[in-house]
């Protein structure tokens, strides 16, 4: 632990007694108002002057932040230190930065009680990232982050660029089942926030507010749904697979033999007002049925067609979704 000369510490404390500088400066004060989000730069253009000490840091300026943890527990936080513009000159504790973190607790003042703050450091005299496992962060908790240094402004200024990332500070949007048939619903959810929400686009959702709203969607669509941890808006997006709702086989051999003599076409009984079409390759229709309750078996005016490629179009007429027309071929071979 890097320790402030004793004779430092006594001039700050004459400094404070006479009132000419409030204890530990704006930085400090403004604490929880110099918010932290996912993935937002943080610039600081220098560190104010201010006195911080606790079980792994003593340094003469700081600034400081607060960050606020979502609702689900197990959340870890990362915080990047990159350096921009520090001049060092010397040799030693002026060469590093120092960033801690510790929790606002309710009714304790930040900026005192430095004895209480025991969680551990980092440091170092260049670029370096500190990682708060998620075991030592609780869920829906506020966190004040220090940085400080004992740089010398006579060197110049002290500049870094702050990142803060983690699980802790996002929300997870997930949908179950990963995809389904066209037709089929499947269940949204948002893992770390109690609300409100907004998922868009939302004309397919029975309620775009809701934390585990129900979609129907009529194509494959990517959902984003946003909310608020503290006070940093965050977004997250899931992407729901639609499927051809029907299992459509691309060709039959109608030779009397029981395999594959007729077209069956998978799940297409959910479908009763149904319409299915066979073209030859002249556009002349060959079969049409509405409802599909008795299988294609190759034949047009009961005889059997020859060996060749035929066109189909099938409208479902689903009464749920909109479903475009099934266009594809299906191959006779005898």
């Not at 990142?163 to 619903?185: C, F, H, K, M, W």
Request: proline letters at 6%; aromatic letters at 12%.
């Amino acid at each position: 632990m890097h320790m402030l000369p004793r004779s430092s510490y006594f001039i700050w404390i004459i400094v404070l007694l006479l009132g000419r500088i409030p204890a530990h400066g704006q930085a400090c004060d403004q604490a929880l108002e110099n918010y932290l989000c996912a993935d937002e730069q943080q610039q600081v253009d220098s560190l104010l002057p201010s006195i911080f000490f606790n079980n792994c840091m003593s340094v003469t300026s700081t600034a400081w932040y607060s960050f606020h943890t979502n609702s689900e527990d197990g959340g870890s936080i990362d915080i990047d230190i990159e350096f921009v513009d520090c001049d060092y000159t010397t040799e030693g504790d002026n060469d590093f930065i120092y960033v801690t973190v510790f929790e606002l607790i309710d009714g304790f003042e930040p900026c005192i009680s430095f004895d209480s703050y025991d969680w551990p450091c980092g440091s170092d005299d260049e670029s370096f990232s500190y990682s708060v496992p998620s075991d030592s962060l609780e869920a829906d908790t506020d966190y004040i982050v220090v940085v400080g240094s004992n740089h010398d402004p006579i060197y110049g200024p002290c500049a870094f660029n702050m990142t803060i990332t983690g699980s802790a500070l996002d929300i997870v949007a997930r949908v179950e089942p990963l995809s389904v048939s066209l037709g089929e619903s499947a269940g949204l959810f948002v893992d770390g926030t109690e609300g409100p929400v907004q998922w868009t686009p939302g004309q397919y959702l029975d309620d775009p507010t809701s934390i585990s709203p129900t979609v129907i969607a009529e194509e494959t669509t990517s959902f984003q749904v946003s909310a608020q941890v503290g006070e940093c808006d965050v977004t997250d997006v899931v992407s729901l697979t639609i499927g051809t709702p029907i299992d459509i086989y691309n060709s039959i051999s109608p030779n009397g033999d029981g395999i594959n003599d007729v077209w069956n076409i998978g799940e297409i009984e959910r479908f009763p007002t149904c319409q299915v079409e066979v073209f030859d390759r002249w556009g002349q229709s060959v079969f049409k049925s509405v409802g599909y309750q008795q299988p294609w078996d190759g034949t047009y005016k009961g005889r059997y067609l020859p060996t060749a490629a035929y066109y189909f179009v099938i409208e479902l007429n689903s009464l749920e979704v909109t479903i475009p027309p099934i266009l594809g071929t299906i191959s006779i071979v005898h």
